[in-house]
């Protein structure tokens, strides 16, 4: 299914999801949607390694907790974001290692400051392997960084926004 991309939402230095000077890092990218889903990109390598050639489990429960969060962001703007509150994860496949991976996140129901919402983690054949459903507290981000943060290292990514993203 084809997703049609109206924005590219912004990342940071040093988060360990999208953080651009963490060596460590997943380096992600963020894209929302017509229908105010987020879908991510990303690529694990061998420094979130589990099993040999696996991702760690850890890294799929970080990657899907960090798309349902920021699906806050379609609905509210770049500057909102969610806290998480409760997150649950289903492991159903590995996920491997040096392959550009696509997580899908969306807001399922919204009661002001609480919301919650579902993600999936899918593998390139298009199987979904790993799940999540969560709940957050809706923050702009003045309330949970300083302005410094917002000036310095909150940014739109230095890339080109696809027109679609298939999933």
């Known amino acids: ?31 929302e949607t017509e229908d105010k889903e987020v879908i991510a ?6 420094e979130h390694q589990s099993y040999p050639g696996i991702a760690h489990g850890g890294v799929s429960a970080a990657i899907l907790d960090e798309v349902v969060g920021r699906a806050i962001m379609a609905h509210y703007g770049q500057e909102t974001f969610g806290v998480t509150l409760d997150l649950q994860v289903k492991y159903k496949k590995p ?3 040096n392959v550009e ?3 899908i996140g969306r807001i399922t129901k919204d009661r002001g400051r ?31 960084t300083d302005s410094n943060f917002i000036a310095e290292e909150w940014f739109p990514p230095a890339i080109d926004q696809p027109d679609e993203i298939e999933l």
């Open 1 to 31: 299914m084809n997703h049609k991309i109206t924005d590219c939402q912004h990342i940071s230095k040093h988060c360990l999801v999208c953080g651009t000077e963490n060596k460590f890092g997943l380096k992600t990218r963020f894209f």
């Open 41 to 46: 990109l990303f690529t694990p390598r061998e």
């Open 95 to 97: 996920v491997p290692l």
């Open 101 to 103: 991976l696509k997580v």
């Open 114 to 144: 609480i919301f919650e919402g579902t993600g999936e983690l899918y593998l390139p054949d298009g199987t979904i392997a790993a799940s999540a459903q969560g709940k957050y507290m809706k923050r702009t981000l003045d309330q949970i």
